[in-house]
């Protein structure tokens, strides 16, 4: 059976990612929805080049959707109309805006998403794209804050697992009220798959660092970026996985997702074992 698809944030970054490559695996028949049909803020924020013409990959016309995620009466209806069997939700506003926005589309939109899913029997299972920044303030304290000072550590880190507690960082006030957002999105996962009248999985995907050039050889970055890097190919392997093994899944669980880098400090091992999840890249400390 083909699965539909709902990817939400489509013209961002990892969507457009995803887009290009769960659209050749004749499983899936891919949808997306945006506010916009625009390249992601993160190739400005990257310093980037881009081409005059280049645009954000999308899935064809007929699947895609303007829709704000804070539109309850469109997003129910372009569900329900499709009869979208999976929803990867993406969209959400950077660290980059403020708190009053963050709060709005990254909270508010996050529990309309949810309540629509739980709502339509044809809906099986949400994969929440949360972030490692749910767990980013744990680089303000030692060991981990060497990786921020670019220092390499003079010891073994202990990696954070899933059963440790979220940590936001606190760097300035928007870029907490986004770690705070992803902390939410994944408690209101779990609150939902709590509850007995509802047959959704819910998934929550902590995604490491997925940069424009997909490359991590520049002395530009900093560690504390790299040693969480995920590759375009260790993202879309992950998400094969993930799909693959859809009807093993556990009605609600979490998985860091990064390549295999020096220094990350993420415990990534029940996806490895769950889902067989083998990063094949990975940024090494002599290249930097």
Same mark, same amino acid.
């Given at each position: ?38 390249? &992601?803020?993160?190739? $400005?924020? #990257?310093? @980037? ?6 645009? %954000?990959? +999308?899935?064809?016309?007929?699947? =895609?959707?303007? *829709? !704000? ?23 959400? +506003?950077? #660290? @980059?805006? @403020? ?21 339509? /029997? ?13 767990? =980013?303030?744990?680089? /303000?304290? /030692? %060991? ?34 986004? *770690?705070? &957002? ?24 902590? +995604?490491?660092?997925?940069? @424009?050039? !997909? ?21 879309? $392997? ?5 799909? /693959?093994?859809? =009807?093993?899944?556990?009605?609600? !669980?979490?998985?860091?997702? &990064? &390549?295999?880098?020096?220094? *990350? ?7 490895? #074992? !769950?889902?067989?999840?083998? %990063? ?9």
């Amino acid at each position: 059976m083909v699965k539909k698809i709902l990817i939400t944030g489509a013209s961002g970054l990892i969507g457009g990612i995803l887009v290009e490559h769960l659209s050749k695996n004749s499983n899936y028949d891919i949808y997306g929805i945006d506010k916009h049909i625009r390249l &992601s803020q993160r190739y $400005q924020l #990257e310093n @980037t080049p881009i081409s005059d013409n280049q645009q %954000p990959i +999308l899935p064809p016309k007929e699947k =895609f959707y303007i *829709c !704000d995620i804070t539109d309850q009466k469109q997003l129910s209806r372009i569900i329900q109309d499709n009869q979208i069997n999976i929803i990867i939700h993406l969209a959400a +506003l950077l #660290e @980059t805006e @403020t708190i009053e926005q963050i709060n709005d589309i990254n909270c508010r939109g996050t529990n309309i998403i949810f309540d629509i899913a739980t709502q339509q /029997e044809h809906v099986e299972m949400v994969i929440y794209g949360s972030s490692v920044m749910a767990v =980013f303030g744990y680089l /303000e304290n /030692e %060991p981990y804050l060497a990786l921020a000072k670019n220092i390499q550590p003079k010891e073994v880190l202990k990696k954070i697992t899933i059963n440790d507690p979220m940590i936001p960082s606190h760097l300035n006030p928007s870029f907490e009220a986004y *770690c705070q &957002s992803k902390i939410f999105g994944e408690d209101l996962a779990r609150q939902y798959s709590s509850k007995d009248n509802i047959n959704v999985k819910f998934i929550c995907v902590r +995604l490491g660092w997925v940069n @424009t050039t !997909d490359d991590v050889t520049s002395n530009l970055y900093n560690w504390d970026d790299k040693s969480v890097w995920c590759s375009n190919r260790d993202l879309c $392997q992950f998400f094969d996985r993930l799909l /693959e093994n859809q =009807f093993k899944l556990k009605k609600f !669980d979490i998985y860091f997702v &990064s &390549s295999n880098n020096d220094f *990350c400090w993420v415990d990534m091992d029940n996806a490895k #074992e !769950d889902l067989n999840y083998m %990063p094949q890249d990975g940024a090494k400390w002599n290249e930097a």
